[in-house]
């Protein structure tokens, strides 16, 4: 990794990952630029980080 940052593969289907972000539509790639006050980048596992 060039810049070092963490990567989650996401389990689910693409569909699956769209609704997750509330989108109704497919999503195959998703980056946080800002977490802001969301939870999103606590909620991921850890080990998932190191990948």
Known sequence: MLS???VHHYNGTNRDL???CGKYFRVSTL???DPG???IIR???HEAETK
Request: glycine share 14%; charged share 25%.
């Open 43 to 45: 909620s991921v596992p």
């Open 31 to 33: 980056a946080i630029e």
């Open 4 to 6: 070092k940052t963490g």
């Open 37 to 39: 006050d969301s939870d």
């Open 18 to 20: 769209g609704t997750a």
